[in-house]
């Protein structure tokens, strides 16, 4: 048993209305009216699905944003502005020295996933493995807490509904959340983000307040410890008031301080593709907290929707990405990595050192079973993707269909063309659907060859389908008989089979690193969620507990508790969080390294 009692930390804002037709007012005063059923006018937001990212216009609404994004990144840069507000330095610490603390990210998502995590993280207390772990008193969003876009209506059904609903009412320690952007909350220039996290007015979010002026934030720990939080703009570079602000927290720290760095996204895992994705974070430590004597003792994020734990001599290197966002693999990850990479500019700036991979949630053998999923999930959970391909797998069939029954007259040559034209779209396009599994990775031959051949099965199964279509008699139909029996027969059938053989194409392509992420995102798999809960105890000593969910709710109903400061929603089968891991411990620093 390794308890630690709860503790309170010292107010850090001035109560305030929440936003919302069922906020509450400050701890203590009077709460709105709880709802009285799970109907969303009741609730005040809309509970959402989960994404289904494989939906065409979502794909190319995503790819569109993304592009945008890498075009107009540097002119939709809110940072440089951000110079104008406070540069303020927050401190945390309970009654007792000690202090909770709570790490989520991708949370922004499906209802039940996000909701189970948040319901859980609101709760006074958690009993898991036999540990007695209090509510934190700080919250630290890790990064993507919207999904697919950083619209303000995205954040409320997806985000902040949800923790409004899991903790409607401030209690009486006053939490305080602070908030990473990801690349999903750069996607509108980080507007709506500003407007939830870093505004000066109503500064709730939820029953936690709000105390960040900035995108990124740096807060006194207890003991001497630091939690610094980064913003790097989607992986392109930390802005010169950005370092500003982080020389003037360089200023108070020294050769015993030790620093908790929440980034957007594991550069040290994603470096393995994409070489120099590690060189900001690498610059940061090298030029803010090492000429200090402070030392980085944890580095956390998430982007990658799964936890994961890398162990070295320096730090421990932890993405925990399971707030609510559809599971990423395990299975595929490195057993050991190098940080910084060799043959970098950071490999060539710093001394380059082993990390093990230690720890991971869900573990290999479950990862590699989730993918199987993707031959039942990849239709269920994207029927626009099966629509496109019968739709796509139709008008092929119609082309060849055409070209086969006209012999060598002028009605062939007019099929001929579009069937020609189709085939290279089906060709290119699987071959750059083939692609690495993080952004800014490298394309090798097997993308190439992988979606080629991906490409070919289409074109044989759109060849075995004009064979069986011209086999019955719907061909010989009179015009257009023949085309609304292809799009209400062929078309469902065929899409449905084309959809397996994407899915069969995924599960080939994942075991060579290829299309990795299409495999899970495909599938958008609620299950097997994770959040860390920290306790930094007055002595220094710093205890990560990784807490997992294997099963989500599904069911929920309005809570019978009715106190005020009690979740709207309760799960209809109770959640039994348990940890991924035993609990890890950092202590002293870490001795110097050559």
């Known amino acids: 048993m390794n308890d630690h009692p709860a503790e309170r930390p010292a107010p850090n804002a001035p109560a305030g209305d929440q936003a919302g037709p069922h906020a509450s007012e400050a701890a203590g005063g009077r709460a709105a009216r709880r709802p009285r059923s799970t109907d969303p006018r009741e609730l005040g937001f809309t509970p959402r699905g989960p994404v289904p990212w494989l939906a065409p216009f979502l794909l190319i609404s995503t790819g569109i944003r993304t592009l945008l994004a890498l075009l107009f990144g540097a002119y939709l840069d809110k940072r440089e502005l951000q110079n104008s507000l406070d540069a303020k330095i927050a401190r945390q610490v309970g009654p007792d020295g000690g202090l909770w603390l709570d ?62 609903a899991a903790l409607p009412v401030t209690p009486p320690e006053r939490p305080t959340l602070f908030a990473v952007p990801g690349n999903h909350d ?47 703009q989607s992986g392109s570079y930390l802005d010169d008031p950005q370092l500003t602000y982080f020389d003037t927290v360089a200023e108070r720290l020294g050769p015993q301080s030790r620093v908790i760095l929440a980034v957007p996204a594991p550069t040290w895992v994603k470096a393995v593709d994409h070489p120099t994705a590690y060189d900001s974070i690498d610059y940061f430590v090298r030029t803010i907290v090492a000429p200090t004597g402070a030392q980085v003792r944890l580095l956390v994020s998430g982007d990658l929707h799964h936890y994961a734990r890398y162990a070295g001599p320096e730090r421990q290197l932890i993405t925990c990405g399971g707030g609510g966002a559809y599971l990423y693999p395990t299975h595929k990850l490195p057993e050991r990595i190098e940080v910084p990479p060799r043959d970098t500019l950071a490999r060539r700036a710093s001394a380059s050192h082993p990390y093990d ?90 993308h190439w060859i992988l979606g080629l051949l991906h490409g070919a099965a289409h074109v044989g199964l759109a060849a075995a389908g004009t064979w069986a279509w011209l086999a019955l008699p719907f061909y010989d139909w009179p015009w257009p008989l023949p085309v609304a029996a292809a799009a209400v027969l062929y078309g469902p059938v065929i899409g449905l089979v084309a959809s397996q053989v994407v899915a069969a194409y995924l599960l080939v392509a994942s075991a060579f690193g290829v299309n990795v992420n299409e495999l899970f995102a495909g599938q958008g798999i609620e299950d097997a969620k994770a959040f860390l809960r920290m306790r930094v105890d007055p002595d220094g000593t710093l205890t990560v507990y990784p807490i997992a969910v294997d099963r989500v709710s599904r069911g929920w ?34 001795p110097p390294q050559s």
């Open 103 to 164: 790490y989520v990210a991708d949370l922004g998502d499906g209802f039940n996933a996000t909701y189970s995590v948040a319901y859980l993280l609101a709760q006074p207390e958690l009993e898991v493995d036999g540990h007695r772990l209090p509510r934190a008193q700080t919250l630290v969003m890790g990064g993507d807490q919207v999904y697919p876009s950083a619209a303000f209506e995205a954040y409320e059904d997806r985000c902040k509904g949800p923790y409004q």
């Open 557 to 590: 109903q309005v809570n019978p508790d009715q106190s005020p400061r009690s979740s709207w929603l309760a799960p209809k089968t109770p959640l039994t969080p348990r940890l991924a891991e035993p609990p890890i411990h950092i202590s002293e620093p870490a």
């Open 357 to 446: 991979l230690a720890g991971r949630y869900p573990d290999a053998a479950r990862s590699r079973r989730y993918g199987w999923g993707i031959f039942g999930r990849l239709p269920l959970r994207n029927p626009g993707f099966t629509t496109l391909l019968g739709t796509l797998h139709t008008l092929l069939m119609l082309a060849m269909a055409g070209v086969a029954s006209h012999g060598d007259g002028t009605d062939q040559r007019l099929f001929s063309v579009p069937l020609v034209v189709m085939l290279l779209v089906t060709l290119l396009g699987a071959a750059f659907f083939a692609k690495p599994p993080s952004a800014g990775g490298k394309r090798h031959a097997r």
């Open 186 to 232: 750069w996607y509108d220039g980080l507007t709506a983000f500003l407007r939830l996290f870093v505004r000066t007015r109503d500064r709730h979010f939820g029953g936690w307040d709000t105390a960040q002026t900035r995108s990124y934030f740096a807060v006194e720990l207890p003991a001497d410890w630091w939690l610094l939080g980064l913003d790097d």
